[in-house]
């Protein structure tokens, strides 16, 4: 496996990030045509203009990389330099005016994710974090280095979660009654959350390659632990039950309520 150039492909990183950025803010609180797929999941102009832009982006400056994405078909996906894009994460959020909606976006090689963004838009705030380069969060006041906090005790916990108390009421209600609080909601901010040390835990269901493969480095390069339910490594076989904790030493304690 070819060592990526970090510099290069975090520039450009942050470049895409911009332009999803961009064009989700024109249509945030604008009148939008919903459309619903077959999961019953929303879209709209915004969520597929952002993708197309994106995909030319990568097609134009670096042809030979893959991209797969959550509003069109897989190009290249074998390819040793893949880019996964959900152009909005949250659009349920971002079609009711709520700003916690976010750009997500993750460089692959060779199938193992080695770069990370979490754009938060309308927050004004970017999270990246590339393999062995930790994570750099952005706002209006600057960029700083952020890392998780210490939480080793699961009843001392802060836990949030999306769609756990819907997929899995019997898991949420246990982990609900082991920690110590619980908030609801965030989509891919929670995980920004973690990784800035704001919050200890997130449990979620039934995310989809594009919602939890930009995640891997910005909780792990930031000291964190995000893995399946059962433990293992997120790839893009996961079945999409992902739990991130920041302490690592939660990460054996929540396995084992998961699996309770």
């Not at 880019?83 to 709520?98: E, K, L, M, Q, Y």
């Not at 891919?188 to 480095?217: E, H, K, M, R």
Request: charged share 20%; net charge negative; glycine share 12%.
């Amino acid at each position: 496996m070819t060592e990526p150039s970090p510099p290069e492909f975090i520039g450009f990183a942050h470049r895409l990030a911009d332009r999803a950025g961009a064009i989700a803010l024109e249509h945030f609180r604008a009148p939008l045509d919903v459309e619903r797929k077959g999961d019953r999941s929303p879209v709209t102009i915004a969520d597929r203009s952002a993708e197309e832009a994106l995909r030319a982006m990568v097609a134009e400056t670096y042809p030979g990389h893959g991209v797969v994405g959550e509003e069109f078909g897989p190009y290249q996906p074998d390819a040793e330099f893949v880019w996964v894009f959900d152009p909005i994460d949250g659009t349920r959020a971002f079609v009711s005016g709520n700003p916690q909606f976010g750009n997500l976006l993750a460089l692959l090689q060779g199938g193992v994710p080695v770069l990370g963004v979490i754009n938060m838009p309308a927050q004004q705030e970017r999270w990246l974090g590339a393999r062995g380069r930790g994570v750099q969060h952005r706002d209006p006041s600057g960029a700083r280095p952020v890392q998780v906090r210490a939480c080793p005790r699961l009843e001392q916990a802060i836990f949030r979660t999306h769609v756990l108390v819907l997929n899995e009421p019997e898991v949420f209600r246990r982990v609900h009654g082991s920690v110590g609080d619980t908030l609801f909601g965030g989509d891919c901010f929670a995980f920004a959350q973690i990784a800035s040390g704001w919050l200890d835990i997130v449990i979620d269901a039934g995310l989809g390659t594009f919602d939890y493969l930009p995640l891997v480095n910005v909780v792990e390069e930031a000291g964190g632990r995000i893995t399946d339910w059962l433990g293992a490594p997120l790839s893009l076989e996961s079945e999409g039950r992902v739990l991130a904790v920041g302490d690592p030493a939660l990460l054996a304690q929540a396995v084992d309520l998961l699996a309770a």
